[in-house]
């Protein structure tokens, strides 16, 4: 059975995705990694840590019990309007955590990350881009990263609104202007696919991990 860990639980997504989790039969237990003390994940199988994500190396001996991360932070995706640093949420302390799951030997990480690329304009896209680069360069066993502003995967619920919206999109990039805006899929959707995934994926359990040993 699994051990997961959810870091990043003040937007809707974290939330979601540790409620799909908790109903998976296939996991054991999970972590979730929290700088926010008002969340309530009354379950047996949730272990709630709060931490402060700037001394993230403190919390390594929770990371041991650990077989995949899914990693939810990013100030695009947070309830909390008043972040002090943009910046070490979308990419310096998601980085920090991908390096010490990485040395604690968990083999799965997980990224929601926008759709985003090197030569990006906007600042926080291209410190997405920076992120997922760095990330991949690890060397996790599997890494996967799951968009939430792909028009793709959310065609199933647009609306009439949004549906011309898309195609206004998709008549400017055929004139070739260069769009950056996109869709953003909704959490519910999101973490459908992220569980529809999870259930098609094997085991990842880590034989280098103490309790593995014991």
Same mark, same amino acid.
């Given at each position: 059975?699994?051990?997961?860990?959810?870091?990043?639980?003040?937007?809707?997504?974290g939330k979601l995705l540790v409620q799909?989790?908790?109903?998976?039969?296939?996991?054991?237990? *999970?972590?979730?990694?929290?700088?926010?003390?008002?969340?309530?994940?009354?379950?047996?199988?949730? +272990? +709630?840590?709060?931490?402060?994500?700037?001394?993230?190396?403190?919390?390594?001996? #929770?990371?041991?019990?650990?077989?995949?991360?899914?990693?939810?932070?990013?100030?695009?995706?947070?309830?909390?309007?008043?972040?002090?640093?943009? %910046?070490?949420?979308?990419?310096?302390?998601?980085?920090?955590?991908?390096?010490? %799951?990485?040395?604690?030997?968990?083999?799965?990480?997980?990224?929601?990350?926008?759709?985003?690329?090197?030569?990006?304009?906007?600042?926080?896209?291209?410190?997405?881009? $920076?992120?997922?680069? &760095?990330?991949?360069?690890?060397?996790?066993?599997?890494? +996967?990263?799951?968009?939430?502003? $792909?028009?793709?995967?959310?065609?199933?619920?647009?609306?009439?609104?949004?549906?011309? +919206?898309?195609?206004?999109?998709?008549?400017?990039?055929?004139?070739?202007?260069?769009?950056?805006?996109?869709?953003?899929?909704?959490?519910?959707?999101?973490?459908?696919?992220? %569980?529809?995934?999870?259930? $098609?994926?094997? &085991?990842?359990?880590?034989?280098? #991990?103490? *309790?593995q040993k014991k």
């Amino acid at each position: 059975m699994r051990r997961a860990m959810v870091v990043g639980v003040s937007g809707n997504i974290g939330k979601l995705l540790v409620q799909k989790l908790v109903n998976n039969k296939m996991y054991r237990f *999970i972590t979730v990694l929290t700088r926010i003390n008002e969340r309530k994940f009354k379950h047996i199988h949730v +272990k +709630k840590v709060i931490v402060d994500f700037k001394q993230i190396n403190q919390y390594q001996t #929770h990371f041991l019990e650990i077989d995949e991360v899914f990693c939810m932070l990013g100030s695009n995706y947070s309830s909390d309007k008043l972040l002090e640093d943009a %910046a070490l949420l979308d990419y310096d302390i998601p980085l920090a955590i991908a390096q010490l %799951a990485k040395s604690c030997g968990v083999n799965r990480f997980v990224l929601v990350n926008p759709h985003c690329e090197q030569n990006q304009s906007n600042p926080y896209l291209k410190r997405r881009w $920076q992120l997922e680069k &760095e990330i991949t360069n690890i060397g996790f066993e599997d890494f +996967k990263v799951f968009r939430v502003n $792909q028009i793709a995967i959310a065609k199933r619920w647009m609306s009439i609104r949004k549906k011309m +919206k898309q195609f206004y999109l998709n008549m400017l990039r055929l004139t070739g202007k260069k769009i950056d805006g996109y869709l953003q899929v909704p959490a519910n959707i999101l973490v459908e696919d992220i %569980a529809a995934w999870v259930t $098609q994926q094997p &085991e990842l359990l880590n034989s280098n #991990h103490p *309790i593995q040993k014991k």
